[in-house]
């Protein structure tokens, strides 16, 4: 907002219109009839009278302003926001006396002026505004100090050359007259929170920032300087985040990181046992197994082949999951004889062989703890096939749970099938028997195969 003043341009908030002064000089022209500028001798009245520059200069003040004359000047002031500016009377000054006007040698009795600034005469009589000094002289009447002002108590008197000016403090403005609070909030004074107060008013900041030196706006604040979170921490607009390491959730207060106790999300996240651990877990696996390379599984360790085992040299290692046992060298009791690789044989020509497997196989096999069923866990075959024979496969003994049967693939081989799950740890052996019939020479004998299996603990 601009304020022009003969020549001069002032700048001024919307909070308070200054009042500017021009302090004028009591000159008494001479014989050049001079006065200071902003006024004008006038012949008549032989005096300085000001001059109006609000009629005389053509669009003086620019764009929205308004021009009010002074004595010796002029005021720019904007229309929307002031009334017309309060303008003391001026109480008429008595009347000059003049000599005769019938002398015709004498000028005739000047018109009627108003004067308002010191008159320029040989006697110490001075204008509304001035008192006499001791030297002949005019000096300003200061009606502030006098208390001789009219300004409505909510305004401030500012003394002006020969009169005075009524005024608002900062932080008001005048509004018919009156001195009204101006609402610094109304207008975005402060970036976030605004308190206004009677001539002023105070900023502050919502949570999570400071007010900056200009008492206006505001700042973040880094809360993660702080080191407020247990882990880590990531500074936001006006706030902060709490975050966690792997294996870690965020507590409830929103700071503190509590472990995940990922053992209890799944009863598969391992394939025997979970343990948690601080931000992970581990798989645990029983006696007799090792934890795989994906750190889930359980693999069986295979003592007969890394020799961490109890068996003699006279024994054989048998290794079945989780475990292994030591077999005894193989003994074929009478009847029967060793003819190796695990057989025994009953001779033909042995009388006491009458009615008894030609043969016995054994054999040793494991399985799983559960295992689901039907499955097919061992083969049989007839090795030595004979014209017109015919075979016939069957479970001799063993199977008192009748947790297996035997299903015929062709007339020289069957499959022994595991029909109902089997908990371990157990073992079970079972005399598989292959009988052979030839009608045509009148034959009928058999061989056994006696299968140890060994049911392991674990499903795995």
């Known amino acids: 907002m601009l304020f022009e003043v003969r020549g001069f341009r002032f700048c001024s908030s919307a909070k308070m219109l200054a009042a500017l002064v ?33 009629r005389t200069q053509p669009d003086v003040c620019r764009g929205d302003m308004r021009c009010v004359n002074q004595n010796g000047g002029y005021l720019c002031l904007p229309r929307t926001l002031y009334n017309q500016p309060y303008r003391p009377e001026i109480p008429a000054l008595p009347e000059p006396r003049y000599p005769d006007s019938s002398d015709p040698f004498l000028p005739a009795p000047p018109r009627s002026v108003e004067p308002s600034y010191p008159r320029v005469r040989t006697t110490a009589h001075c204008i509304l505004g001035y008192s006499p000094a001791e030297d002949g002289t005019c000096n300003d009447i200061d009606e502030c100090e006098t208390n001789s002002h009219h300004c409505n108590p909510t305004q ?23 001195c009204q609070d101006i609402d610094e909030c109304r207008y975005g004074y402060c970036q976030q929170l605004c308190a206004n107060v009677p001539g002023s008013y105070s900023c502050s900041c919502n949570p999570g920032f400071i007010l900056n030196p200009d008492s206006r706006t505001c700042q973040d604040v880094d ?86 085992n109890t068996c003699t040299t006279a024994q054989v290692c048998f290794n079945f999951q989780g475990g292994y046992t030591c077999l005894d060298a193989l003994q074929c009791h009478s009847p029967y004889v060793e003819v190796g690789d695990n057989q025994c044989m009953c001779s033909a020509e042995n ?49 008192e749970g009748r947790e297996f049967y035997m299903r015929q693939t062709s007339n020289v081989s069957a499959t022994l099938v595991l029909s109902r799950p089997i908990k371990g740890p157990r073992e079970m052996v079972l005399d598989l028997e292959m009988v052979t019939v030839n009608n045509v020479i009148n034959f009928r004998g058999s061989s056994i195969i006696r299968l140890t299996v060994f049911v392991s603990e674990h499903p795995f």
């Open 22 to 54: 021009f302090i004028l000089l009591c000159i008494q022209p001479g014989h050049g009839q001079t006065c200071t500028e902003g006024f004008a001798y006038d012949r008549m009245s032989r005096q300085c009278i000001d001059e109006d520059e609000c």
């Open 156 to 178: 401030v008197c500012i003394n002006t050359a020969g009169g005075y000016t009524c005024s608002c403090t900062e932080g008001y403005w005048l509004i018919g007259g009156q």
């Open 223 to 308: 809360e993660c300087e702080g080191e407020p979170c247990s882990h880590g921490c990531f500074n936001t607009y006006g706030s902060f985040m709490c975050n966690c390491d792997e294996g870690f959730e965020l507590a409830s207060d929103g700071t503190t990181c509590i472990d995940l106790d990922e053992c209890s999300f799944s009863e598969f996240l391992c394939q025997h046992r979970c343990v948690n651990t601080p931000g992970s877990f581990s798989c645990v696996c029983p006696p007799g197994y090792y934890v795989f390379e994906d750190g889930r599984t359980c693999e069986d360790i295979n003592e007969c082949d890394t020799g961490n």
């Open 351 to 399: 009388p006491a062989c009458r009615d008894k497997p030609f043969t016995i196989l054994y054999r040793h096999m494991d399985l799983s703890s559960g295992r689901t069923v039907p499955a097919d866990i061992f083969q049989m075959q007839a090795t030595t096939r004979y014209p017109g024979a015919f075979y016939i496969f069957q479970i001799k003994s063993g199977n």
